[in-house]
């Protein structure tokens, strides 16, 4: 079992930055990848960004270019660095971690409110 606790969320303006954090309960390298995901209102929840135990890292079309993915493997956390925010990219946004190379993700976390608005 993992126990994944993010933080970091809150109101911003558009064009404006924040930074996501996710605690993980263990070693986040045992885990294969670790990903975060949003939910907007009234939408399914999408996949953003991931990054693998080897660093490498993925990001959805939406994210590419103003979000940035990163762990700290003695703090067993991952990051998600946000800039140039926009309205539609108000959404819970989850921690989530993979265990395997395939299938879905494993363990999730509860999600950090983002909301961009003026």
């Known amino acids: 079992q993992v126990q994944l606790v993010e933080s970091g969320g809150g109101l911003v303006q558009p064009g404006g930055s924040l930074r996501l954090s996710c605690a993980a309960s263990?070693?986040?390298?045992?885990?294969?990848?670790m990903g975060w995901h949003r939910q907007a209102p009234g939408k399914q929840r999408e996949w953003v960004a991931s990054i693998t135990r080897t660093d490498n890292t993925n990001y959805a079309d939406s994210a590419k270019g103003r979000f940035t993915m990163s762990r700290d493997n003695a703090k067993n956390t991952v990051y998600l660095e946000m800039s140039g925010l926009k309205p539609e990219d108000t959404a819970v946004y989850y921690c989530a971690a993979r265990s395997s190379p395939f299938g879905a993700y494993d363990y999730w976390g509860q999600g950090t409110q983002v909301t961009v608005s003026s």
């Open positions: 263990r070693n986040i390298l045992s885990m294969f990848a």
